[in-house]
Each structure stands twice: as C-alpha cells, then as structure tokens.
C-alpha cells in the first residue's frame, strides 16, 4: 500500500492542532497591544516582552530557578553518574533492581514527592526552603542522570578502559581520560534534560517553596491568579524561543537524537 490512508492524514492534522494550537495562541497574546488578553490581538507591539524583562518578582524567581536547575543538575549528575557506572558494570540481576529503584522518583507523582518531603525535611528536619526545593528537584532529576549516562555507558567500547588499564592507567585517569571523553554526548543530554525539567517544575516547587525562593513557573502561576494581563504569554514565548535554541545547540555539538535512540533500543534489549 502506497497511499496514506485520508483518516490518517486527518488525524495527524488534529494531532498537530491540538499540540501547535496553544503555542501559536500564547505566542499570538504576546504581541498584543491590548491590556489583556485577547485573540486575535487588537495590534502587534513589543511592549509586553519589555516588561517581562524588566518585571521585578519575575525576574527574581527566574534567580532562583536557574540557581536551583544548575545545582540541583550537578549534584543528579555527580550522583547519577557513579550509580550509572556501577550498573553499567554490575551483572544483570542487580542492575534491574537497582534501576528500577532509581526510576521511582519518575513514577511517583510529584505531588506525593513534594508533599512527603515537604513533611520529612521542612517539618521534620526543619530544613530551608531553598535546601529542600534544591533536595527535592535533585532526586527529582537523579533517574534522567542515570537512565542517560547509562544508555551512552552501555555503548560504550570497554575495551578502550581495559586497554587503559593495561597500559598502567589507574580508575581514576581511565575514567577522566577514556570513559569520561566517550560518554560526553550522553552526559551533556542528561545535562540539557535535567535543566529543563527542573526549570519548568511546577508541582514540586509549588509545594516546596518559601519567602524568596519562589520558582519562575510558581511566580508566573501566582501572577495569572490575579491578573488578566498578556504578561506570562509573553514570558513564556521568551522562554519557549530559549528551549529551541538550547535543544538545537545541544543537537548539534552533543547528538541528542543519537543518545536517545540508543536510551530506546536499550530499554527494548532482550
């Protein structure tokens, strides 16, 4: 059969409607005119892109965001990245059971996991906001660190580390020197991934947050609650011009088709 089926080609088009329509309408409330928002919008104007970049509380979750994405990627990655080389190299039956325990914060609902260690650490412990927000998005982010650096790691030649080892290199400069350099793509994916998703949290932070520590996405989701302004549209078209350009440097430089595509047929392996 040579032809696409017509249901087919209408159903793709309702697929892309329903995932582009609601970009398209956020973007076009951005460039409004108006003092509200409304679609069509009654003109086209910047005015609404200045004040998101000018616009205080805004710009002080957008601090804390990106100070709680950078450290809770480093501490996922700096934790991550031994238990991906200990699977890596561990046998089969540990490795399933240690993998699936380092996924459970990805089956558990954030709300759950906010809540429980909003209890444990805020409650309990009487741990910081900020300390707890940045425990919280760590362990949030700690399967994709796992799950992607493992996925380049189990592609990984080891007789490259054998050969280094054998030449007299200790584990310390085999992995700085040999396996480091070859599972850079994927640690740079797991990178990218895990800034992103820690960025536009909501649930998590939402439970987790306290006076100055509020999150960009809470901010803009407090904002909207009283406010009927193009102001979040615009921010969030900002942002979204800014998830493009990072997805597509990091494809280029990294490969991140390529890490993925080995991350699916792992999981698909016998």
């Known amino acids: 059969m040579t032809g696409r089926h017509p249901l087919v080609g209408a159903l793709s088009a309702v697929a892309l409607t329903f995932l582009l329509g609601p970009i398209l309408l956020v973007v076009g409330v951005a460039f409004t005119a108006g003092d509200t928002i409304e679609f069509p919008p009654r003109g086209l ?49 540990s490795r399933g059971a240690i993998g699936t325990l380092f996924t459970l914060p990805v089956v558990v609902p954030e709300l759950v996991l906010g809540y429980a260690l909003f209890q444990i650490l805020m409650v309990t412990f009487r741990v910081s906001a900020f300390g707890a927000l940045l425990a919280g998005h760590t362990v949030l982010l700690l399967p994709y660190a796992v799950r992607v650096t493992g996925s380049s790691l189990a592609q990984a030649d080891r007789s490259l580390e054998e050969a280094a080892r054998g030449l007299g290199a200790g584990g310390w400069a085999t992995f700085t020197r040999v396996t480091l350099p070859v599972i850079a793509p994927g640690v740079a994916a797991a990178c990218v991934l895990s800034l992103v998703t820690s960025f536009n949290n909501v649930p998590l932070s939402l439970l987790l ?33 800014l998830a493009v350009a990072v997805m597509l440097v990091t494809e280029r430089l990294a490969g991140f088709t390529d890490v993925f595509a080995r991350q699916e047929a792992d999981r698909w392996r016998p």
Do not use: I, K
């Open 45 to 93: 104007s910047l005015r609404w892109f200045a004040q998101a970049l000018s616009y205080g509380p805004f710009l002080e979750a957008l601090r804390t965001s990106l100070l709680v994405a950078m450290a809770g990627t480093v501490l996922a990655l700096a934790l991550g990245l031994p238990v991906a080389l200990a699977l890596g190299r561990g046998g089969a039956r």
């Open 209 to 241: 947050n306290g006076p100055g520590t509020t999150t960009l996405p809470v901010a803009m989701l407090h904002h909207v609650e009283f406010a009927f302004d193009p102001l979040v549209a615009a921010v969030c078209t900002l942002l979204l011009v």
